[in-house]
């Protein structure tokens, strides 16, 4: 779901223009920020047929968290995975540097004792060490510096405990319309994370690209499952 601007959501801001409020810093240093909470929602919620609140349903059973995991959601926008997850885990931190996307998010979670939001960055996350049962992090990976991305996937390691799991997810369109629309997106994507990797779009923001990123930092049992609607996800354990 991010489509253009990554996840589903996060990009109807990358195609209106509607800049963050430091571009420069936002694009090369921490990221491609999002700061309209609702309009993300909306617009996910469209490019979704209405079906993101069962996307993440299907995400958080694919987890399969135990009742009392800790787990962090990074990148959690305006925290739908992050509530989810928390009706059936112990405590769900998400983290975001869109001070947007943490008000809002904590806004919603008042009657959540178990689920926080707090500002901060993949790639410096402000958590201790094995201190995480569970990490997911989806439509967000390419919102994150391409110089970044081996930082942000060593800090998902370093917070997550022995046998701990991770789930990556991101936009994985099979109608050719659909991918035709997420190809737009996802180019502007490319361009402000600084992504030359892949000239075709859908490569840079095909989940797939980081099978080798989450085997040479150390996880094993790396899988891969497509999701719908629209999503591809790897699974991965740290040993
Ligand atoms: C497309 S949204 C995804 C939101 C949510 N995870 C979801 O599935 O709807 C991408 C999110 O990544 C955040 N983001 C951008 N740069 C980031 C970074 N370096 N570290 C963590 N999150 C970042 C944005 O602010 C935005 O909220």
Do not use: W
Not at 2 to 31: C, K
Not at 147 to 166: E, S, T
């Amino acid at each position: 779901m991010a489509l253009v601007g990554g996840g589903i959501p996060a990009d109807p801001e990358l195609m209106s223009g509607n800049e963050p409020q430091s571009a420069t810093d936002s694009h090369t240093d921490v990221g491609v920020l999002l700061t309209q909470p609702r309009r993300y929602r909306a617009f996910k919620s469209a490019f979704l047929l209405g079906r993101a609140g069962r996307l993440n349903a299907r995400l958080a059973a694919l987890t399969d968290p135990a009742p009392g995991a800790d787990v962090v959601d990074i990148g959690c926008g305006p925290g739908d995975l992050a509530r989810v997850l928390a009706r059936r885990v112990g405590r769900v931190t998400g983290v975001d540097p869109s001070p947007q996307m943490i008000d809002y998010a904590n806004a919603r979670s008042r009657d959540l004792a178990n689920c926080r939001f707090e500002l901060g960055t993949a790639q410096a996350l402000p958590l201790p060490d094995t201190s995480a049962d569970l990490v997911t992090s989806t439509f967000v990976m390419h919102h994150i510096p391409a110089a970044h991305r081996g930082d942000a996937v060593a800090q998902m390691f370093r917070v997550l405990r022995p046998g701990g799991r991770l789930l990556l997810a991101d936009t994985h369109p099979t109608d050719p319309l659909l991918s035709a629309a997420v190809r737009v997106m996802a180019r502007f994507a490319a361009h402000r994370t600084r992504d030359t990797a892949h000239d075709d779009p859908l490569a840079a923001i095909d989940i797939r690209r980081y099978r080798d990123l989450l085997c040479a930092t150390g996880f094993e049992d790396v899988r891969f499952v497509t999701v719908r609607p629209a999503t591809a996800v790897l699974l991965a354990t740290k040993p």
